[in-house]
C-alpha cells in the first residue's frame, strides 16, 4: 500500500470556526502536536457539517426534530436500530482483535469501548416494550437495506489490519450521541407525552457519549495517526455518515 506522505488540501464550504461550533470535536484537536490530527479535526467538521446536512432531511429525523414523531414512526425507529446496534460490540471487537501489538494501546481503547456498549441492543427493546410492543417482534425484525450496508461495511473496516481509520466510524456513531440524541429523545417525549423510560437508548447516549468523546479525542492526537490514517479515517466518517442516514432512510424496508 503506498504511504500517504502530505495531507490532501481541506475544500471547506464553510469558515472554520462555523464548521467547529457544528462539529462534535469542536476545535479541541486544533492543540494537537500532531500536524495529521489537526488535519483530521478540520476534515471530520466537514465531514460532520455534510452528513448533519443530509440526516435533517430524513423524515423520521425531521420528525424528532420539529417534535411531530408519530408512535408508529417511533415503533419502526426502534425496530429497526435495534438490529443494527446489536452489531456494534460485534465490529468494535472485531475491530480491537484486528489490531497488532504494535498498536496495543488502540486495541485496549476499543476493548474498552466494547465493554461499555455490547448490550445497547437490549436498551432499543425495553423501550419499544415500554411503548407497548412485544418483545419478540422487536427481537425478530431483520436488518433494513441501509442497515445491511452499514454493518457490512464497518466490519469490513474492522478486519483490516492495524485500521486506524476505523475511529471515523466512531467519530460519527458517537457524535450522533453527543449532538443528536438528546434532542431527540426530548422530540419524542413531547409528541409521545412519554418518560424517560421509553427512551432510555437515547437518553443513555446523549449523557454517556460524551465522556466517550474525551477517549476518542486522546486516540485522535496521538502518533497512530499517520497522514495515511487520517486520510483513511475521513473516507470511513464519510461512507459512514452516508451510510448511517440511509438505514433511518429505508426504515422497514427489509
Known amino acids: 500500500m503506498?504511504?500517504?506522505?502530505?495531507?490532501?488540501?481541506l475544500n471547506l464550504t464553510q469558515p472554520?470556526?462555523?464548521?467547529?461550533?457544528?462539529?462534535?470535536?469542536?476545535n479541541r484537536l486544533e492543540s494537537a502536536e500532531n500536524p495529521a490530527?489537526?488535519?483530521?479535526?478540520?476534515?471530520?467538521?466537514?465531514?460532520?457539517?455534510?452528513?448533519s446536512n443530509h440526516l435533517s432531511k430524513v423524515p423520521v429525523v425531521r420528525a424528532f426534530e420539529d417534535r411531530k414523531v408519530t408512535r408508529d414512526q417511533y415503533m419502526?425507529?426502534?425496530?429497526?436500530m435495534r438490529q443494527q446496534v446489536s452489531q456494534g460490540g460485534r465490529w468494535i471487537t472485531r475491530a480491537a482483535s484486528s489490531m497488532e501489538n504494535s498498536h496495543v494501546e488502540l486495541r485496549n481503547a476499543l476493548i474498552?469501548?466494547?465493554?461499555?456498549?455490547?448490550?445497547d441492543f437490549a436498551m432499543l427493546e425495553r423501550d419499544f416494550v415500554s411503548m407497548g410492543g412485544e418483545l419478540e417482534d422487536i427481537q425478530a425484525t431483520s436488518m433494513n437495506i441501509g442497515s445491511e450496508a452499514l454493518s457490512a461495511f464497518i466490519m469490513n473496516e474492522a478486519t483490516k489490519a492495524n485500521n486506524v481509520g476505523i475511529f471515523g466510524a466512531t467519530f460519527?456513531?458517537?457524535g450522533l450521541g453527543t449532538n443528536k440524541a438528546s434532542l431527540w429523545a426530548e422530540g419524542i417525549k413531547e409528541a409521545l407525552n412519554v418518560?424517560?423510560?421509553s427512551v432510555s437508548f437515547l437518553y443513555y447516549h446523549g449523557q454517556a457519549d460524551a465522556d466517550h468523546y474525551e477517549n476518542l479525542i486522546n486516540v485522535l492526537k496521538s502518533p497512530y495517526f499517520t497522514p495515511?490514517?487520517?486520510v483513511q479515517a475521513r473516507r470511513i466518517a464519510k461512507v459512514v455518515g452516508r451510510l448511517y442516514a440511509l438505514q433511518l432512510e429505508e426504515l422497514d424496508n427489509v
Open 172 to 174: 460519527m456513531i458517537e
Open 228 to 230: 495515511d490514517a487520517a
Open 112 to 119: 474498552r469501548h466494547a465493554a461499555e456498549e455490547h448490550t
Open 16 to 26: 472554520l470556526d462555523m464548521l467547529f461550533e457544528f462539529s462534535p470535536l469542536q
Open 37 to 51: 490530527s489537526r488535519w483530521l479535526g478540520q476534515a471530520l467538521a466537514q465531514v460532520w457539517y455534510d452528513f
Open 2 to 9: 503506498t504511504i500517504q506522505t502530505q495531507l490532501p488540501e
Open 76 to 80: 419502526s425507529y426502534l425496530r429497526n
Open 195 to 197: 418518560g424517560n423510560e
